[in-house]
């Protein structure tokens, strides 16, 4: 059983967040800009227009019109106030009385940077492990900190989104070099003229990837994203899966830095597909295992915190993509010690069965949901 976030600091948390977010807003748009509702395809965005002392004016995505968070500061712009003395209070109390994860200094520095530049605000999406280290408080639990250390910082974006905004955060390596000046481009293998890597002196490196939604001759070679400050992206299989419909958090940096990470139950069952394809290719053993134990505790925080619905809903959806998904998701699942692999088929089943589908077809090793 993990152990839960007290309700008091699960409440200092969505205010942290909620703060983080306003300021963000706040200085991120200059108050002699204006916000401008545009209409593209049929759906309605919006635009922010600031004059460019020329008698014309540049204009920036904000985001999309239905999303209500973002109507509601369209709205109270001017209202909005930020307090970073206050949020610092309000995160060191989360890291010294609650034992939620903090970043290291430089990956906080870095994630802050990005967002800074538009990275988030451009529908970008954080991933791999530093986004694990968001779910402790998602979740309401104390996730396991040998699960959050890594020496990599990950971001995805779709192309069709990096297109599709018709602007473009600031550039990716001045970014970086303005937290570490020894941070320099990798040349991509199959084309030295594009770069989807950074790395500084000490070998910390930044990665931006992308779906591959095509062929698998798209496997290696870098994509161009216009949105992306200069760099490209790396493309993978099955990261459309897990960046869909990600979820706002907040990273424990200085006074809080507003992110965007996976849905974590889109993130447990990723995990579960990485798990097996890095056994299969014979990729890092560490690695797998790190990645099965990730699956492993936020598919158990899912279910303490009764989002059966939720876990079940991912699950399904991965599992009706095809038989390479289901084999490689079952080849983990197994991999799980067999009481706990039994607890957390017992609460998938469950999720199934209230969203009104037949658990038969879900490859539970022929397993029937217990009576709630």
């Known amino acids: 059983m993990l152990k839960q976030i007290s309700h008091v600091h699960q409440t200092i948390y969505s205010e942290l967040a909620q703060r983080a977010l306003d300021a963000s807003f706040v200085s991120e748009f200059d108050t002699t800009g204006r916000f401008v509702p545009v209409q593209v395809k049929g759906k309605r965005y919006w635009y922010f227009d600031v004059p460019d002392g020329e008698g014309g004016q540049t204009r920036r995505y904000v985001g999309p019109g239905d999303d209500q968070e973002i109507e509601d500061r369209v709205r109270f712009f001017d209202q909005l106030k930020a307090d970073m003395r206050e949020r610092r209070k309000l995160v060191s109390t989360l890291v010294r009385e609650a034992y939620l994860p903090q970043p290291e200094r430089l990956t906080g520095n870095i994630i802050e940077a990005l967002e800074n530049a ?154 579960l597909i990485v798990a097996s394809r890095r056994r299969a290719q014979g990729d890092s053993t560490m690695k797998s295992h790190k990645d099965l134990h990730q699956s492993e505790v936020i598919m158990q925080a899912l279910l303490q915190q009764h989002r059966e619905d939720d876990l079940a809903e991912a699950y399904m959806e991965a599992h009706n993509r095809g038989p390479a998904w289901q084999a490689a998701i079952t080849k983990s699942l197994n991999q799980i010690e067999d009481g706990k692999r039994q607890s957390i088929e017992d609460g998938i089943a469950r999720g199934i069965e209230r969203l009104g589908e037949d658990v038969k077809p879900y490859d539970l090793n022929g397993h029937a949901p217990p009576s709630p």
């Open 118 to 271: 538009g990275f988030f605000r451009l529908r970008g999406v954080l991933v791999g492990t530093l986004a694990f280290q968001a779910y402790s408080a998602l979740l309401g639990v104390r996730l396991p900190k040998t699960a959050m250390v890594t020496s990599d910082s990950d971001f995805a974006k779709f192309h069709s989104i990096s297109v599709a905004v018709q602007d473009s955060m600031t550039r990716v390596l001045d970014c970086l070099k303005s937290i570490d000046e020894s941070f320099r481009e990798i040349p991509h293998q199959s084309d030295g003229r594009m770069s989807t890597k950074y790395v500084n002196a000490h070998g910390h490196q930044v990665e931006f990837l992308t779906p591959n939604r095509g062929s698998d001759e798209n496997q290696g070679h870098p994509t161009r994203m216009p949105s992306l400050g200069g760099s490209s992206a790396e493309p993978l299989r099955f990261l459309d899966y897990l960046i869909y419909n990600p979820v706002r958090a907040v990273l424990l940096h200085r006074a809080g830095v507003p992110i965007t990470v996976p849905a974590p139950e889109r993130y447990a069952i990723h995990k």
